[in-house]
Each structure stands twice: as C-alpha cells, then as structure tokens.
C-alpha cells in the first residue's frame, strides 16, 4: 500500500456505470416525467388541494366539513320589536329605517355590529310602533330582496325568553 493511499476502495471509472441492475426495466423517460410531480405540486397534494376528488361534505375552504343548511326560526310577533337575517353588510341603518318606513311607523333600526372593527354581523332589530304594523312588516318584507339578498323577517325573541333558554 502507497504511502499517499487512504486505504479505501477506488472509485468507478469515469465511463463506467454507477447503478447496479435491480432486474426490472426501466420505465421509458416520459413515462418519468409524466410520473415525477413538482416540489409545488407534492405540496399542494400533502394539503389537500391533490387532483383526487373531494368529498362533498367539505366547506368551501376546505377545512372542515359543512354544517346542514338550517331554516331560520319563524318566531310569532307578540313584540313591535322585529329580527332582520340575512342583511346585506353594506346596509345602514337609516337604509333598514326607509325600508320599514315604507310599511309603518319606525322608532328604531339597530344594526348588530362587532365591537373590536364595527363591521356588520349581518342581522339587526327594528322597532316598529305597534304590533300590528310589526306584522304587516314580517308579510311584506319577509323574503323580500334588498341589497343582493334575501331578508329574513320575523319576531324578535323576547329578553324573558333569552334567560330561560
């Protein structure tokens, strides 16, 4: 043994193959490029968003499966106070107040809001001035669109009814 030598094996040749034989062939190179997935594509398919189909319990993100579509609860107008679903976030109060109006006498329109950025929670109260007119209310305005949407009117809950359940 040389004085310069390490001791270890020599390396292959140049020329010479590296890759011992596993006995298949080997598969032709488009078949390779069609196969091999790029590092995006390998990440999108570790999250989810791979081109196999998705259940249909999904949401819209993806994240978590999707509630059962529930129909507002119709609550008997015993109160001039009123419950308005399914606002538009771009209404205003004194829009609620005009629509209203246009029914009966309004003492309040009150937009239910967040408290940290103020934005819309997308539902309100209005107080009509008397029962009766609360109810033509819920008739006319109920399903009716305003905004892009379709309002969901109906009695307001009572306080008395909020500490019971």
């Known amino acids: 043994m040389n004085s310069y030598s390490s001791g270890r094996r020599p390396r292959h040749s140049r020329g010479g193959s590296r890759r011992r034989s596993s006995g298949r062939p080997r598969p032709r190179q488009e078949e390779a490029k069609a196969q091999k997935k790029t590092f995006w594509q390998r990440v999108a398919a570790f999250f989810g968003n791979g081109s196999a189909k998705k259940p249909a319990t999904t949401a819209r993100n993806g994240a978590q499966p999707s509630r059962p579509q529930r129909k507002p609860e119709t609550v008997e107008v015993t109160s001039p106070r009123l419950y308005v679903g399914n606002l538009s976030f771009d209404a205003t109060e004194s829009d609620l107040f005009e629509l209203f109006n246009g029914v009966g006498h309004v003492q309040n329109a009150e937009i239910v809001s967040y408290r940290h950025n103020q934005r819309s929670k997308g539902f309100a109260f209005v107080q009509m001035q008397t029962v009766e007119e609360a109810k033509r209310a819920v008739q006319e305005l109920h ?7 379709r309002l969901v009117v109906s009695g307001a809950k009572s306080s008395e009814h909020q500490m019971r359940g």
């Open 143 to 149: 399903d009716k669109e305003f905004l892009g949407r």
